[in-house]
């Protein structure tokens, strides 16, 4: 990969979704959370701190129930947009008992062990950056929890649009290999990768694009340019209804995809190869036969 920057994610369309408040986390994103903190049962590892990354995008119900396998544990949230912050770290706030513990006693400030990162990842205009973010932002020995979109997310939606010559409904997301590779390259070590498919099922067009539109938006650089009329959403609610099974719901396919990986202790570079002058290679061999017996 020479350019881990999607080629399909408009740059400016990204940041200006990524500054945009978002009030509550989308159902689905919940429900991602909810799984991928099952996965936490494969992880021995206690961490002593973690942090939220992004948790109103991400699912603000994970706060509970990782407050719940990690009790001991002290939270930070990490969120772009201000008001995400405030809703986050108010969520974020231990019992008072625990709270006034840690006053009399106060712990040393310290990395987290631990960086939780859901569904956010697939909406990054720069992934590359965004996972050396999180790997500047764990200590050493720590571990990354994440899960994102996968290739196969609305296939139904893009063979739909595609057929009816609309340019693309969303911009391409990144295979689960790939996300492995960009571990390695940022510094993580022993990424394991995992996917599953969840299909969600809706009564009406209104209630699908009302979905979608909890999810994110569509960052294509090719998408539709300017608003459409009331004519188009018409066509876009009766072309819906082709995604329509026997009992008469629509429903869309969502590939996830989970990944985890641990920050290593920093090993020192070994140059693959060392070179010598002339005189310096003389100058090492004369040494080498002082050095000998007499």
Partial sequence: MNDPRPPTIDPVAAARWQRRPQPASAWLHEEVARRMEQRLDWIVRQPRRWLHWEPVRGGLQAQALLAQRYPAARCEVRALVPQEQALAARHAQRPWWRSLKSALRPEPASAPELLWANMSLHMSA????????????????????????????????????QALGWPAPAHEYTDMHDWGDMLVSAG????????????????????????????GRNLHPGRFAGL????????????????????????????????HAFKPQRRLTVAPETRLSLDEMRGSLRRGRGAGPG
């Fill in 126 to 161: 720069d992934p590359q950056a965004l996972i050396g973010q999180w790997h500047g932002a764990l200590a050493v020995d720590g571990f990354l929890m994440f899960s994102c979109l996968g290739p196969d997310t609305l296939r139904e939606l893009r063979a739909l649009y």
């Fill in 228 to 259: 459409r009329g009331r004519g188009w959403q018409e066509r876009l609610h009766e072309a819906l209804g082709r995604l329509a099974g026997e009992d008469g719901r629509l429903r869309l396919s969502f590939e996830i995809i989970y990944g």
């Fill in 188 to 215: 993580f070590a022993e990424p394991v990768m995992d996917m599953e498919r969840i299909e969600l099922s809706f009564e009406t067009p209104q209630r699908l694009l009302q979905e979608l539109r909890e999810l």
